[in-house]
């Protein structure tokens, strides 16, 4: 049987506590560990009809190329819950992943734990510390204060030679002095990455940590020349890496290839299928443990033109952007030429034979770029 390549994706739906601007899908809950053994139980059920589905949808088997574990929060599990499913996984899968990636919170890590996640295989962390200022932890309203954040990452740095470090900026009282402070701490700990997420408008109405007035641009363009002047590239619009150390599995993502999600709330395409684990823990185990089937959700099934516009969406967030050729070639769009011309004259984006990409100004106006596409393709 042929192999297809996938980015598997672990959602753990586990926070000590749920913090005010989160969208994801978790429960305010550390789980025991009669309940990590139940999950455990779900999710391995859950590979076994997956295996059977794929197999049956595509009529290939998966190459998983890159783990990842997120949330929620990873590193609230045991070291041996990973290591037993990793195990797992071999027997079901072709699974010699490139890159495992954990995310981790601050108050969650102690040296030894780290030092089970290694062993278990994890050659990556993703530390999501957030804000590197005690203003910023407590604005946030984050569980642990600074002092606990820096020995996160002291450890942390000392274990994984391959170390993303996680950013909210924007919130109430951050300026450009803080916000020079925060990057100033984070790289004396010399990550390979970073990330940098806008607390965004959505976020305003039920949380007060948010600031209305803040110069978006500003603080979009200081990350910018910072960290770019410290060798590392934007090679996509809220992520920064050393060359060589691009997130490859959030590649999949960016570049619409194949991936797989388990757990409640994790999302999976494989060619133009698409479904999504319902957002209830208790619903997922119970489905699975009981239903033995997938899909738990219906598929839904992108058609051409949807498909063509995530490559668009997708293929804008990164510095290298899209092929003209690609989406004509694979997706059968075009981008209209007047409109290309009229963004290129505006310094929005740029054009490198096939390639078209968002310049710097063009990154802080992505959405309404990519809008104004979606519009020409509509009328293709
Ligand atoms: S710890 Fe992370 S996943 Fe959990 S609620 Fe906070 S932001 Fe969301």
New binding site residues.
Partial sequence: MAFIRVALYLHVPF?IK??PY?D?Y?LPHVPSSEEEKTYLKAVKTEVLYLKDFVEKLSGTALNITTFYAG???PSLLSPGFYQEFFEFLSSQFRFTPVELTLEA?PDTITPEKLKGFVEAGFNRLSL?VQSLSEKGLKTLQRTYNLKTALKALENASSLFSNLSVDFIFGWKGQGLKTLKEEIKKALSFSPTHLSFYELTLEHEVSFSGFSPNKPVDLFYRFIEDTLESQGYVRYEISNYAKPGFECKHNLFYWEVKPYVGLGPSAVSRITNLRWQNPQDLKAYVETLLNQKKLPLTPLETLNPLEFAKEYVFMGLRLKKGIDLRTLSAKFGYYLDPWVLTNLIEKGLIERKGNRVSLTSQGRLFHNQVVKLLWKTMEKA
């Fill in positions: 926070c749920k913090c989160c994801f978790s949330g929620g929060t919170n999501g």
